[in-house]
């Protein structure tokens, strides 16, 4: 107050009560103000709303409105400037009244003095720096609560949710349906649930623990979890924490891992076959050299057995390097319901004969990608004939279903087999890795080949015991992605 200049509103519609409060305020020392009247309400309300004042004494009698109404009109209007009330007599109600909707003090007239005035108004501009330093925070910290990209929550000490920001949405839910859930009921592993309460509660805080949550449309999102038990100032405990979506990056990783496995093993069969050809040429020639000289019907016959195994042998050789190559493929833009029904009728016998029920959702306008469509027919193909063979007959139900957004289509193959195993399910695309017995373990790699080729992601979840789902996104013609690939194929053409 000794430093700065204080500027105060006397909105009195009583010209000699202005004077009298005014002449209070200017005799209080070491101090600095600029006192001004209104005895309009209107004015006075107007003053308010626009802050033109550090602070505002007002009577309790205005004419046909009281200093009441304007207060509480003030502080409706987004009014943050102290405001005193002054009566011409006490009445404990009004002070009541008065303190309750936000005034800072209640004066009565008769009873003024400079020592009080002071108090008074050191008292209202302190408090209210204070009021506004704490809103100016709150408005900050909420600020970055509600426009936060990750999902920020609140939770009482049972994880029970009590607030939480529009980021929920990643998950798929509204507020107002999160706010009637649990923290537990978004993890989907009895172990993930006991994890994080055990360790909230021993060591009162979780930092950065991967764990996969589920959406309301049971879609699995990786997420990195972080959360923290506080204390509410004797009032009880509360967790605070924050779900950061990490999905993509996940997938991203994934895919990025399956190329480099998919390299490796391509340079590993290119060296083998190389190194095992060129004896096997020398072999070849040399048995069919002999079988123009050996007129002996058994040793002939040792002959072509050799023979018949140095082709086979090759032959394995070519199939190992054909699957380890990139796919040669032509892209043209085509109908991915259509692709979808050429699938489906190259397995309708097999779902016959082994009566299993078939499911199938599609879009009702057409989704255009752009695709090889021979190659991708086999690519899909192979996961289907997959789900078939792990269902039991009978008993089987499969469901081909996709979605679209603008920008990706999103095909669903899912089974109810017997599933797949969390550590198999990381090996499922490798080269060589299979479960059958007669399986060499290049179908899911080849797919996964021809898929990257088309700019294709894929994903599996399964349950084992349960059956397993197939998530593979295609870059749709209109998409940004698919305009980059149409553009790469008139480049190619004009080459």
Same mark, same amino acid.
């Given at each position: ?133 704490l809103k100016a925070n709150e408005r900050r910290y909420r600020s970055i609560f509600e426009k936060s990209k990750d999902l920020v929550f609140i939770t009482d000490t049972d994880l029970n949710f009590r607030d939480v920001n529009d980021a929920v949405h990643l998950l798929g839910y509204e507020k107002d349906e999160i706010l009637k859930m649990n923290l537990s009921d978004l993890i989907e592993q009895q172990q993930h649930k006991n994890f ?248 899911? *790699? ?6 990257? *080729?088309?700019? *294709? ?39």
């Amino acid at each position: 107050m000794q430093d700065s200049l204080v500027k105060i509103l006397i909105v009195d519609d009583d010209e000699d009560d202005f004077i009298i409060t005014g002449d209070y305020i200017r005799h209080i020392p070491n101090t600095r103000y600029v006192i001004e009247w209104c005895p309009r309400y209107k004015d006075a309300l107007a003053h308010m709303v626009q802050g033109d004042y550090n602070l505002y004494f007002v009577d309790y009698r205005l004419g046909a409105k009281s200093g009441v109404d304007l207060l509480k009109e003030a502080l409706q209007n987004g009014c943050e400037d102290p405001i005193i009330l002054l009566t011409g007599k006490g009445n404990y109600e009004v002070d009541i009244e008065a303190m309750q909707l936000g005034a800072v003090d209640y004066l009565v007239k008769t009873e003024l003095s400079i020592e009080k005035m002071e108090r008074s108004i050191r008292y209202a501009l302190g408090r209210t720096a204070t009021l506004k330093a704490l809103k100016a925070n709150e408005r900050r910290y909420r600020s970055i609560f509600e426009k936060s990209k990750d999902l920020v929550f609140i939770t009482d000490t049972d994880l029970n949710f009590r607030d939480v920001n529009d980021a929920v949405h990643l998950l798929g839910y509204e507020k107002d349906e999160i706010l009637k859930m649990n923290l537990s009921d978004l993890i989907e592993q009895q172990q993930h649930k006991n994890f994080l309460v055990q360790s909230l509660l021993a060591f009162n805080e979780i930092n950065d623990w991967e764990v996969v949550l589920c959406t309301k449309n049971n879609e699995r999102r990786t997420c990195v979890l972080s959360a923290t038990v506080e204390d509410n100032a004797g009032h009880g405990g509360y967790i605070q924490g924050i779900i950061h979506d990490i999905t993509n990056l996940k997938k991203m990783e994934k895919a990025t891992l399956q190329a480099e496995k998919l390299a490796a093993a391509g340079r590993l069969v290119r060296t083998l076959a190389h190194e095992v050809r060129n004896p096997l040429n020398n072999i070849t020639l040399s048995v069919e050299q002999m079988q123009q000289d050996i007129k002996d019907e058994g040793s002939l016959l040792y002959m072509n057995i050799i023979q018949r195994n140095s082709k086979r042998i090759s032959d394995l050789i070519s199939e190992l390097l054909n699957t380890s190559r990139p796919s040669e493929i032509q892209l043209k833009e085509d109908v991915l319901q259509t692709i979808l029904d050429n699938v489906i009728s190259s397995t309708i016998d097999r779902l016959t004969l082994k009566r299993i029920k078939l499911k199938v959702s599609y879009p009702n306008d057409e989704v255009r990608i752009f695709a090889d469509r021979e190659k991708l027919e086999l690519a899909l193909l192979n996961i289907v004939t997959n789900a078939i063979e792990a269902m039991e007959d009978e008993k089987g139900q499969l469901s081909i279903l996709f979605h679209t957004t603008p920008q990706y289509a999103t095909v669903q193959i899912t089974d109810n087999g017997c599933g797949i195993s969390e550590e198999n399910i990381s090996r499922l695309f490798e080269p060589y890795y299979t479960q059958k017995r007669n399986g060499m373990g290049l179908g899911l *790699a080849f797919t996964l080949n021809i898929l990257q *080729a088309h700019k *294709a992601t894929i994903d599996v979840n399964s349950n084992p015991g349960k059956g397993t789902t197939f998530i593979i996104t295609f870059p749709t013609a209109s998409s940004a992605e698919g305009q980059a690939i149409k553009q790469g194929i008139e480049e190619t053409l004009t080459e």
